[in-house]
């Protein structure tokens, strides 16, 4: 490992207006403006995208999935929280 | 009563057992992420080499058609092995690592880089041939275990298939041209044959790691499964083409419903994967060449950089003040 690697960005693409951005990958560049054309020459070669983010990848925080089970665990016994919990009665239409 | 308490492997291959995705931050076997990085590393190493053997042609091509195709090919190459690169990162295999191992021989790549490519029909077979055997190998890897992984490969087998049809297309304009044309067709068929069978790698006799490698789920089928796939899915379409493939013991076995076809030579193998083909030194020379000539670049937009954000904090502080 040297110094003179380039930072790490991770790459989100909007494949088309309406749509969120979604994560597609990441690549090295030097700094946010070269990430993102970078990204448009890798991630983007067939008309895939029509906007682009890029986050240099230490600036990412993410849960941890040994604490999974515990950290979701609070929406697990949550089943009123969906539409089919309710019983609807036939008759009643547009519910 | 005795609880069951499985162990973080057991736990672990119950998960791929279940098809389930394994995700960077996930607990995983240092085996596991080894075997990965070295699998996925040489993969990506293959498609940065792959480039060599066909930038050979680029200027070279017979129409602007085909060299615009053909540019748009050796860039995609690229772009897989950044996609692959990046999923071994995600690892923790460093990018300068993975380059330094290739450069320096220790990591591999698919032994087919090392053929030479000798006339425009090689272009044709590469494409047709060399690329539908890595798209079998491929196909299958879109739902390996690891989850970055198969998400690249997803990527890749999408852009794969066009390579395929553009070397099969240069295949068929040449059969169906001029007398030279299908004979350059033809030899090149000859000489690239052999070898492509070889990059399914030994026979499962020889492959000792291919079983932990399939119950890892990061292989879904031996070496022996996919090369006879590959015989049986191409030989018909050499026969659309009018060529023969060079192998006298081919021979369609209605008992397997498969072709029975003739013994790799193991030795040619195992000597190209050491080192010694005909353009080892040559693919690597090129490579590392280009590495150190980039060198330069790669320093300068670092310094440039570090200017421009220099700049811009200081344009901050002067605002502020």
Redesign the interface.
Known sequence: ??Q???P?WEVFIRSKQGLDHKHV????A??AA?AIQNAR??YT??MEGISIWVVESKHVH?S???DAAAFFDPANDKVYRHPTFYEVPDSIKHM | METLELTQEEQFQARIDADMRI?P???MPDAYRKTLIRQISQHAHSELVGMLPEGNWITRAPSLKRKSILL?KV??EA?HG??LY??A??LGA????MLADLHSGKAKYSSIFNYPTLSWADMGTVGWLVDGAAILNQVPLCRTSYG?YA??MVRVCK?ESFHQRQGFEIMQTLCEGAPEQKAMAQEALNRWWWPTLMMFGPKDADSPNTEQSMKWRIKRFTNDELRQKFVDMMVPQAEFLGLTVPDPNLKWNEAKNGYDFGEVDWEEFWNVVKGNGMCNKDRLGARVKAHEEGAWV??A??A??AK??QRAEQEAVQQVA
């Not at chain 1, 990958?25 to 090295?28: D, E």
């Not at chain 2, 460093?94 to 690592?97: E, I, P, V």
């Open positions: 490992m040297t003179h690697e380039w790490l990958g990441s690549l090295h030097a700094d070269m020459d890798v070669r067939r993410a941890n999935p040994d | 995700e931050k996930d607990w748009s860039q995609d772009g950044l996609y990046s999923a990162e995600t460093s990018r300068d690592q970055p998400r690249a852009e790669r320093e937009a670092l440039h950089a421009r954000k």
